[in-house]
């Protein structure tokens, strides 16, 4: 390498390397990536894990886009780890996009693909294996760890099982079992969902994708196998398929982020739910949802992003959730600037809640 290269790449990684030198807080970044899910974290060493990559399609430059300016808010150079939760296109849609835009160290899945479906089937046999031939890639087991200096990220569930031993500091009996209602079983993707807990010092955080209701009570019953979390990133977007109160409530998390869409999550069963959880302070959104209705609406100041035509109020009454397939309505249009809802975390178990959109933030005392 010649002295003026070597020059050129010092000048390109000093202010990512002045960035990792001054953190000192795990930063989680919930970003809007219109009802899929991408949520970045990033490490005090400058470590960084990206679960999900949003939509693909026509959607799918949009969302790479917006993960993107994250990334770049970051100062990061390359993403260490990508965990795709499950295949649903909401979830790993741009997964493309991203991996030419930025490298990537590690790819991180479930395994085999349950639901057949023809795009799914030919991204995963043509286009996956030449993206992490690249790097590295892994398929996780519930109890396996991901290796992020600094921070603890444990495999929770991962193929349809879940952890057979409890997180540290986990595995108390859990007196809420004898109310649960089992649903129909999920054969979806949904419920092959790879779910993550972190711990950063006093503060944890937990993802489990789309997860859904019966998987959750194998994560609660009848040990509560996670504990307590001070975060909690609502399932499946907000969505009642998941969020068992069994889990939810026993979790007993500060804060809840739900990344939904205007018409996707937020239905009422799901919002009393994570509103009755015992010691939840508060809920932010990414969107607001017009499947909640007034009752079940946050304030303001709690909601990253708004639409391009603000309507003049909020439907008292919930909508009803559009039928699935093509035939139905498309959501109110979201093609302006999209926010984030940013999470710093300290070691002692503190953080702060910050909404990209107006800047509120909001300060959450060590427990």
Request: charged share 15%; aromatic share 6%.
């Amino acid at each position: 390498m010649s002295r003026r290269t070597s020059l050129a790449l010092m000048i390109v990684l000093l202010p990512t390397a002045l960035a990792a030198q001054q953190r000192t807080t795990l930063d989680i970044y919930v970003i809007d990536v219109e009802g899929g899910n991408a949520t970045l974290f990033v490490a005090p060493s400058g470590e960084s894990l990206l679960i999900d990559t949003g939509n693909g399609g026509q959607a799918a430059a949009r969302d790479a886009g917006r993960i993107m300016v994250a990334v770049q808010d970051a100062a990061l150079a390359r993403i260490d780890h990508l965990i795709t939760t499950h295949y649903h296109g909401d979830h790993f849609g741009a997964m493309s996009e991203i991996a030419g835009r930025i490298p990537v160290g590690e790819f991180i899945d479930h395994g085999a693909n349950v639901q057949a479906n023809p795009a799914t089937d030919a991204f995963l046999n043509d286009v996956y294996p030449a993206l992490y031939a690249k790097s590295k890639h892994t398929v996780v087991k519930p109890g396996d760890r991901v290796a992020m200096r600094g921070v603890d990220v444990r495999i929770v569930a991962s193929a349809g099982e879940p952890i057979r031993d409890a997180v540290p500091g986990a595995g108390q009996p859990n007196p809420l079992c004898a109310t649960h209602q089992p649903k129909d079983a999920d054969p979806s993707e949904n419920a092959q969902s790879v779910g993550s807990h972190f711990t950063f010092g006093r503060f944890r955080v937990l993802h489990l994708g789309d997860l859904t209701w019966n998987k959750e009570f194998a994560l609660a019953c009848p040990r509560n196998l996670l504990g307590t979390v001070d975060l909690f990133v609502v399932t499946h977007h907000g969505q009642p398929v998941s969020n068992a109160p069994v889990l939810v409530h026993a979790l007993a998390p500060r804060v809840a982020i739900m990344n939904n869409g205007t018409r996707k999550g937020g239905q009422p069963d799901a919002m009393e739910v994570l509103f009755s959880s015992p010691g939840l302070e508060d809920l932010w959104q990414i969107h607001f949802s017009l499947l909640s209705g007034q009752e079940y609406t946050v304030p303001g100041a709690f909601i990253a992003n708004v639409v391009d035509e603000q309507p003049a109020s909020i439907p008292i009454e919930p909508a009803a959730a559009p039928a699935p397939g093509a035939t139905a309505n498309p959501p109110p249009a979201h093609n302006g600037a999209a926010f984030w809802i940013k999470v710093a975390a300290r070691e002692d178990g503190s953080f702060t809640v910050t909404n990209a959109r107006n800047g509120f933030s909001k300060n959450y005392a060590a427990r």
